[in-house]
């Protein structure tokens, strides 16, 4: 990551004491988390002087977020994990988060592997246009064929190449046509 837990959260303090997503509730189940799962680092006096609902949610998170810093580095690393377990969506809100996102976006820097294979650089339109053109050019060969010979025997050789279904049919078109 480049930075410890200790400066991430000296970052992303100020973030936390003004984020509104987190309140009384997710405060408190991230303390009780680190008293119970760790001790070490949040003990039953200190979890329960955070815990005191007559003090603002905002003053009681920057109380914990400076002890945690007093603690030290695990400290720092075992509050980040609470977050991330019980507040997701703020962990991934987080500066020090989208810094470490956006440096590692595989959009934002492109791989040397990736390679664009572009055939042409004309717009769709274009393809519109000429399969147009060829459409009109296969009518009009197609009526004008019709009128001196009774029927297309260049359609029934375009049946060939096509799947079952559209070759029976255009084979059968051919043949009526013939009939006539």
């Known amino acids: 990551m480049g930075d410890s837990f200790h400066d991430q959260l000296t970052e992303d303090g100020a973030f936390l004491r003004t984020e509104r997503r987190l309140d009384t509730e997710l405060v408190d189940k991230i303390i009780l988390q680190l008293n119970r799962i760790y ?3 949040l003990s039953d006096k200190e979890a329960t002087k955070f815990r005191n609902l007559d003090v603002p949610t905002c003053l009681r998170l920057g109380e914990l977020l400076t002890h945690l ?3 030290g ?3 720092c690393r075992e509050f980040y994990r609470a977050l991330h377990l019980h507040v997701e969506d703020v962990y ?3 500066p020090t988060r ?3 996102r956006d440096s590692f976006d595989p959009l934002t820097y492109p791989s040397a592997y990736k390679e664009r294979h572009v055939m042409n650089d004309k717009s769709p339109l ?5 399969f147009s053109v060829a459409v009109g050019m296969a009518l009009v060969y197609y009526f004008g064929e019709a009128k001196v010979t009774g029927g297309s025997g260049a359609l029934g050789m375009a049946a060939l190449g096509l799947k079952r279904k559209a070759r029976e049919i255009l084979v059968w078109y051919t043949e009526e046509s013939l009939m006539k």
């Open 69 to 71: 810093q007093a603690k």
């Open 126 to 130: 274009f393809f519109l246009g000429c």
């Open 39 to 41: 001790p070490q680092v």
């Open 73 to 75: 580095e695990e400290a």
């Open 98 to 100: 989208l810094r470490l």
């Open 92 to 94: 991934y809100s987080l």
